[in-house]
T-cell receptor, first 115, second 110 residues
Framework: ETGVTQSPTHLIKTRGQQVTLRCSSQ?????VSWYQQALGQGPQFIFQ???????GRGNFPPRFSGLQFPNYSSELNVNALELDDSALYLC??????????????FGSGTRLTVV | GQSLEQPSEVTAVEGAIVQINCTYQ??????LSWYQQHDGGAPTFLSY????GLEETGRFSSFLSRSDSYGYLLLQELQMKDSASYFC???????????FGAGTQVVVTP
């Protein structure tokens, strides 16, 4: 059973550019959530996808968007990058309604730096 | 507003016991989770409380009081490898859209 894998591990982008981050969920997990973790802070919920549909969104602007594919992998897209978007982006996968008791599996994240 | 409060840092010696408190105020509450994160690594699940009371998992225990909007994580027999950040996180529903606190840095000294 594989865990959650994210790519790339590190990325440097220029302000105003667009970026796509990728996440392969744990085998059998059909729910993927994305989080942004600024340095020294806790992860902040961006949005969640379940069976290719957005299933809830945190307090992030529309320039943060996502996709989930039939194999349950997922992408996070960020347009018009700002300096404050520099952070560790984490994805977590789970099965719905069972993850709470057993925890959610996080990937190691993508470290995005915007210059 | 919604908030989770936990201490920013705790220092203790090997073999000691550490308690990390977490108070929360959120619009929805399904349960309280605890995660450990080493520098630059993935958060890893430690414990979950859906009901009031104590949950024990090896050296780690977690407690929840829904009426007090309060929980804690107890780390016993501290080891050097326990040096990490610990986050409490509210599950607002059963779907896992976790709301995390800012984290507690635990420093274990010899």
């Amino acid at each position: 059973e594989t865990g959650v894998t994210q790519s790339p591990t590190h990325l440097i982008k220029t302000r105003g550019q667009q970026v796509t981050l990728r996440c392969s969920s744990q085998s059998g997990h059909n729910t993927v959530s994305w989080y942004q973790q600024a340095l020294g802070q806790g992860p902040q919920f961006i949005f969640q996808y379940y069976r290719e549909e957005e299933n809830g969104r945190g307090n992030f602007p529309p320039r943060f968007s996502g996709l989930q594919f039939p194999n349950y992998s997922s992408e996070l897209n960020v347009n018009a990058l700002e300096l404050d978007d520099s952070a560790l982006y984490l994805c977590a996968s789970s099965l719905p309604l069972t993850g709470a008791d057993y925890g959610y599996t996080f990937g190691s994240g993508t470290r995005l730096t915007v210059v | 507003g919604q908030s989770l409060e936990q201490p920013s840092e705790v220092t203790a010696v090997e073999g000691a016991i550490v308690q990390i408190n977490c108070t929360y105020q959120t619009s929805g509450f399904y349960g309280l989770s605890w995660y450990q994160q080493h520098d630059g690594g993935a958060p890893t699940f430690l414990s979950y409380n859906g009901l009031d009371g104590l949950e024990e998992t090896g050296r780690f225990s977690s407690f929840l009081s829904r009426s007090d909007s309060y929980g804690y994580l107890l780390l016993q027999e501290l080891q050097m490898k326990d040096s990490a950040s610990y986050f409490c996180a509210v599950n607002p529903d059963s779907w896992g859209k976790l709301q995390f606190g800012a984290g507690t840095q635990v420093v274990v000294t010899p």
